[in-house]
């Protein structure tokens, strides 16, 4: 199973990196996303992928699963979702005040030079 996360990871990552190193500023925004997803899966498979019961240690459970690598992750996907939200919305100030999304244009670079 950790083979097959780390292949979705693996995956995961190469399309984030690919977008975000496109000229579209949506497609960099969308890229951050995969990035941060596929993070977050590394840490649940660095965490183990393993099958047992609920951290509820009252004797009986012989196996139980880690809760904290499950508590930063809902952390991590609350802050993404934050940072995604501001940059979406930065995103549409940008373009409605300067008219584009291209990020050369936003930097001021021509293309007749």
Avoid: C, W
Wanted: hydrophobic letters at 50%; zero cysteines; proline letters at 4%.
């Amino acid at each position: 199973m950790e083979t097959l996360m780390a292949i979705i990871i693996g995956i995961l990552f190469t399309i984030g990196v690919y977008l975000v190193l496109s000229k579209s500023l949506l497609r960099i925004i969308f890229g951050t996303s995969v990035i941060a997803h596929g993070t977050h899966l590394l840490i649940i498979t660095m965490g183990g992928l393993k099958t047992g019961g609920p951290p509820l240690l009252d004797g009986r459970a012989v196996s139980y699963t880690d809760p904290l690598p499950q508590a930063l992750i809902l952390t991590a996907i609350v802050i993404n979702f934050a940072t995604t939200a501001f940059l979406l919305v930065l995103a549409y100030r940008a373009y409605s005040a300067l008219g584009t999304e291209n990020m050369d244009h936003l930097r001021g670079i021509n293309d007749n030079e």
